[in-house]
C-alpha cells in the first residue's frame, strides 16, 4: 500500500510539474488585439491608453503565472483580450467623435458664411 501511495504521489507532482503551455492560439489572439489597439493609436487616447497598458501587464502575468497555474493563466489571457478589446473600441469612439465634431464646425461654419450671404443687411434704424 505504500509503494502505491508513493508512486501515485510521484505521478501526480510529474503531471504539475509539467504544466501545459498557455494555448498558442489564445494566446497569439491576445497579442494580435494588443497590437491592433496600439496600431489604431490607444495610446493617444486617455481611457483607451488605461485599458491598453492593463492588457499589457494582464498578458505579461499570464505568461509569469503559466508555469504554477496554467488555468489562471488562461484566465489572464482572456482578460487581456478582452481589456484590448476595450481598448481598441474606446479608440475607435474617440476618433468618430473627433471626427464628428470637426463635421459639425465645419458645418457650423458653413452655414454661419452663407447665412450672411443669403440674408441683406439690416437697413440702419430698423425696428426689432
Same mark, same amino acid.
Request: aromatic content about 0%; some cysteine; hydrophobic content about 40%.
Given at each position: 500500500? $505504500?509503494?502505491?501511495?508513493?508512486?501515485?504521489? +510521484?505521478?501526480?507532482?510529474?503531471?504539475?510539474?509539467?504544466?501545459?503551455?498557455?494555448?498558442?492560439?489564445?494566446?497569439?489572439?491576445?497579442?494580435?488585439?494588443?497590437? =491592433?489597439? *496600439?496600431?489604431?493609436?490607444?495610446?493617444? =487616447?486617455?481611457?483607451?491608453?488605461?485599458? +491598453?497598458?492593463?492588457?499589457?501587464?494582464? +498578458?505579461?502575468?499570464?505568461?509569469?503565472?503559466? =508555469? /504554477?497555474?496554467?488555468?489562471?493563466?488562461? $484566465?489572464?489571457?482572456?482578460?487581456?483580450?478582452? *481589456?484590448?478589446?476595450?481598448?481598441?473600441?474606446? %479608440?475607435?469612439? *474617440?476618433?468618430?467623435? %473627433?471626427?464628428?465634431?470637426?463635421?459639425?464646425?465645419?458645418?457650423?461654419?458653413?452655414?454661419?458664411?452663407?447665412?450672411?450671404?443669403? /440674408?441683406?443687411?439690416?437697413?440702419?434704424?430698423?425696428?426689432?
Amino acid at each position: 500500500m $505504500r509503494r502505491w501511495t508513493a508512486g501515485a504521489l +510521484l505521478t501526480l507532482g510529474c503531471a504539475c510539474a509539467t504544466a501545459p503551455p498557455l494555448p498558442a492560439e489564445r494566446l497569439g489572439q491576445a497579442e494580435a488585439e494588443v497590437r =491592433a489597439a *496600439q496600431e489604431i493609436g490607444a495610446d493617444r =487616447a486617455p481611457q483607451a491608453r488605461l485599458h +491598453l497598458q492593463e492588457a499589457r501587464d494582464t +498578458l505579461a502575468a499570464a505568461k509569469e503565472t503559466n =508555469a /504554477t497555474d496554467p488555468e489562471g493563466a488562461a $484566465r489572464k489571457v482572456d482578460i487581456a483580450r478582452a *481589456q484590448a478589446e476595450l481598448a481598441n473600441a474606446l %479608440t475607435r469612439e *474617440q476618433m468618430a467623435r %473627433t471626427e464628428a465634431e470637426q463635421a459639425h464646425t465645419r458645418l457650423d461654419t458653413l452655414r454661419n458664411g452663407t447665412e450672411g450671404a443669403e /440674408t441683406p443687411p439690416a437697413q440702419g434704424g430698423a425696428a426689432r
